[in-house]
């Protein structure tokens, strides 16, 4: 991919870079947990899902889902929960929806080291594409399978010194990725997304020129 940091002003023409940039095996990380671009995450899976002469791999952990109440007990116990901790429009991973139903398409793998409770349970491929990992040798790993794109929730800060960017959340294997990738002589992997609402974190602030 190129130095010079892009910026676009959509998630469509995003993807649309990415699949003019990247070869026939398109292959992402994202960060564990929360620190996902969900929405750019969702539109590359699903624009990969009609291209059956591409394939997309993901590399990530943790893909939060928002639990199903099943009776009128649950849904009255857990919706004032599930309204505070999530939100009315908090985007939900495409991928979950279709692996859950057995629907993932063949040219699509999905690579977790770590599961939400109960999420893997008949689920045939989220089984048979988990990967076992210590925390400390995830970055290392990235390396090896040669991610493409590190695909990372960001904020963004203007300041007197131009615009500052935050990885807000769940940075740390981002910045070790990065670090492992400069150390090995490959190209600069991070991509970010910034919906105006995600919180700035001072700490994990670099300048766009250096980390972007």
Same mark, same amino acid.
């Given at each position: 991919?190129?130095?010079?940091?892009?910026?676009?002003?959509?998630? %469509?023409?995003?993807?649309?870079?990415?699949?003019?940039?990247?070869?026939?095996?398109?292959?992402? #990380?994202?960060?564990?947990?929360?620190?996902?671009?969900?929405?750019? @995450?969702?539109? =590359?899976?699903?624009?990969?899902?009609? =291209?059956?002469?591409?394939?997309?791999? @993901?590399?990530?952990?943790?893909?939060?889902?928002?639990?199903?109440?099943?009776?009128?007990?649950?849904?009255?116990?857990?919706?004032?929960?599930?309204?505070?901790?999530?939100?009315? +429009?908090?985007?939900?991973?495409?991928?979950?929806?279709?692996?859950?139903?057995?629907?993932?398409?063949?040219?699509?793998? @999905?690579? %977790?080291?770590?599961?939400?409770?109960?999420?893997?349970?008949?689920? +045939?491929?989220?089984?048979?594409?988990?990967?076992? =990992?210590?925390?400390?040798?995830?970055?290392?790993?990235?390396?090896?399978?040669?991610?493409?794109?590190?695909?990372?929730?960001?904020?963004?800060?203007?300041?007197?010194?131009?615009?500052?960017?935050?990885?807000?959340?769940?940075?740390?294997?981002?910045?070790?990725?990065?670090?492992?990738?400069?150390? #090995?002589?490959?190209?600069?992997?991070?991509?970010?997304?910034?919906?105006?609402?995600?919180?700035?974190?001072?700490?994990?602030?670099?300048?766009?020129?250096?980390?972007?």
């Amino acid at each position: 991919m190129d130095q010079k940091p892009r910026q676009f002003h959509s998630f %469509e023409t995003a993807v649309d870079a990415l699949l003019n940039t990247l070869g026939p095996v398109i292959r992402v #990380a994202a960060p564990l947990g929360l620190g996902k671009p969900n929405q750019l @995450i969702n539109l =590359l899976y699903n624009r990969v899902k009609d =291209l059956p002469d591409r394939r997309l791999e @993901i590399y990530t952990a943790l893909s939060l889902d928002i639990p199903s109440p099943q009776s009128d007990l649950e849904r009255r116990f857990l919706s004032p929960f599930l309204d505070r901790h999530f939100g009315p +429009d908090y985007p939900v991973f495409e991928y979950l929806k279709d692996r859950r139903h057995g629907e993932l398409p063949g040219n699509v793998r @999905i690579h %977790e080291f770590y599961f939400q409770a109960g999420q893997a349970l008949h689920a +045939d491929s989220a089984q048979q594409d988990y990967v076992s =990992l210590n925390y400390t040798h995830v970055a290392s790993y990235l390396v090896e399978c040669n991610i493409e794109v590190v695909l990372q929730l960001v904020a963004c800060r203007q300041t007197d010194q131009g615009p500052r960017y935050s990885l807000s959340c769940n940075p740390d294997l981002t910045l070790d990725v990065i670090d492992q990738y400069r150390k #090995a002589g490959k190209k600069n992997p991070a991509a970010g997304s910034g919906p105006p609402r995600t919180a700035f974190s001072g700490d994990g602030c670099r300048s766009r020129s250096r980390l972007l």
